[in-house]
């Protein structure tokens, strides 16, 4: 395994696609309503992005025929944006990417449509706290394990279950470089952590069994078992003090 070691100006071109991912995260959040069409999300996702300079960088990529993956309640990840409308109660997960001069920025929000029973709400809010407890641990002089297990342990001192299928990664140039991070591990392994490393790591957490399924659109992964499922990402940078977030406003 090979990771890319990014310069200080390398970094802040990231920064600047990660820039428009926020923006634009915080923008389709606001439009999440019940009635609004997952379509309608994509459509405003590509032209807020094109508008900003950045280029939607899921379109195309392996195929993929969308600016955005919208998954919801027990999808986790990769839902192709159609003519579904969002209804009230719904677990709606975001994830969109850019590129801006080269460099990748990625990043994933999940959001409740309208009043949402206590079971989802707890679940949106444990995901997003177990990303900011892998945040916090991905220090230099660290290792990649301690940010798996920092993830694994917020999410199962809580009752709920990390996906094991599905990993954040690597990224710079590349929307997915070395390496692979799981969302769960043993603390002190793996790679020691090193200013300019670039992550972009998203938890994946759900209400019941960790086993996934793929749907017949050979993308939308969903729990296996029905359970819900929460999904939150930001790219980061490694530096001599705590992570710099790349995809924050």
């Not at 990748?104 to 707890?122: F, M, N, P, W």
């Not at 299928?165 to 603390?187: L, S």
């Not at 790591?201 to 996934?212: A, R, S, Y």
């Amino acid at each position: 395994m090979s990771i890319i070691i990014k310069s200080d100006n390398e970094v802040d071109l990231m920064a600047k696609a990660g820039r428009i991912v926020a923006e634009v995260l915080q923008l389709l959040k606001a439009e999440v309503r019940p009635g609004i069409s997952t379509r309608e999300l994509d459509i405003i996702a590509g032209q807020e992005a094109n508008r900003r300079g950045g280029i939607p960088s899921f379109k195309g990529y392996r195929g993929y025929p969308a600016n955005i993956c919208v998954s919801i309640n027990e999808q986790i990840v990769h839902g192709i944006p159609d003519k579904r409308v969002l209804m009230s109660g719904d677990v709606v997960s975001v994830d969109f990417g850019v590129i801006y001069e080269g460099f990748q920025g990625d990043a994933a929000i999940t959001v409740g449509v309208g009043k949402l029973a206590t079971e989802a709400s707890e679940l949106i809010k444990v995901t997003e706290g177990s990303l900011t407890a892998g945040i916090k641990a991905a220090k230099s002089g660290a290792r990649l394990g301690d940010i798996s297990y920092a993830i694994q342990e917020y999410v199962e001192s809580r009752g709920l279950t990390v996906i094991r299928e599905y990993t954040g990664h690597g990224i710079g140039r590349d929307m997915h470089e070395d390496p692979q991070i799981p969302n769960f591990g043993i603390p002190g392994q793996g790679t020691v952590l090193r200013k300019g490393m670039t992550f972009a790591l998203e938890p994946m957490v759900c209400t019941g069994d960790w086993h996934t399924r793929v749907g017949a659109d050979n993308w939308t992964v969903s729990t296996a078992d029905g359970g819900l499922a929460a999904h939150f990402e930001h790219t980061i940078a490694v530096t001599d003090g705590t992570a710099r977030i790349l995809t924050a406003l």
